[in-house]
Each structure stands twice: as structure tokens, then as C-alpha cells.
């Protein structure tokens, strides 16, 4: 992945209805190779709080000479899991994984 490309990341589904409205977990412009957190302890990301529980994301990308998040993908994992985001500009992949680190599914940024 080049230097200059970054994610943005919303979660979209699977967080406390409260957290829905009032901002829950995004963040916007996170350089690739860095880590993000939102743990399945707090309910603004896991309603039931389990590491188990399904939460699902919008996750797109943005190079450094480009102005527009693109395209939008939504990727879903378990709670305690974890997405990663791999490839080049060309081929970016969001790859999903559970707690104990076992692969769920891969959703490509470009289909």
C-alpha cells in the first residue's frame, strides 16, 4: 500500500441505538499500517457487549491525490475481531477476523 492512501472507517450497525445517533465509532483518515480500537467492553460499539456480537462497518479509501472516499464497502466482524485492510491501491481487500484470529471473510473495495 502506498504512503499516501488512507481509510475511513464508520461503524454502521451493531453498536448502542444512543451511539447510532450521537457519533459512535468513525474515524476518518487513517494511514494504513495503524490500528484503530473499539472495544466490545464499551456499549458505543458492542450493544451486548460480547465478543461475539456481530458490528459492521462502512470502510472505504482515499489516495493522497484524490479528494473523494472511494468506492464504500460494508464489512462486518465479531465485536472482539478485527478488520485488516491489505493490497494496493488497485486491489485494496478488508479482511475480517474473530477473536482468536481465524479469517472470516474477505470483501474487496472493488467488485
Do not use: W
Not at 33 to 53: F, L, Q, R, V, W
Not at 76 to 100: V, W
Request: net charge neutral; charged share 25%; hydrophobic share 25%.
Amino acid at each position: 500500500m502506498t504512503d499516501s492512501t488512507t481509510l475511513h472507517v464508520q461503524q454502521v450497525n451493531g453498536q448502542q441505538s444512543s451511539a447510532k445517533d450521537f457519533g459512535g465509532f468513525k474515524h476518518d483518515k487513517i494511514p494504513f499500517g495503524s490500528k484503530e480500537c473499539c472495544p466490545y467492553t464499551s456499549p458505543n460499539c458492542s450493544e451486548k457487549m460480547t465478543k461475539d456480537a456481530i458490528v459492521t462497518f462502512f470502510i472505504s479509501y482515499q489516495e493522497n491525490r484524490g479528494s473523494a472516499f472511494i468506492p464504500r464497502r460494508k464489512v462486518s466482524c465479531p465485536a472482539g475481531g478485527y478488520i485488516e485492510a491489505k493490497g494496493t491501491p488497485d486491489n485494496i481487500a478488508y479482511e475480517s477476523f474473530d477473536a482468536n484470529h481465524k479469517s472470516l471473510e474477505t470483501v474487496y473495495a472493488k467488485e
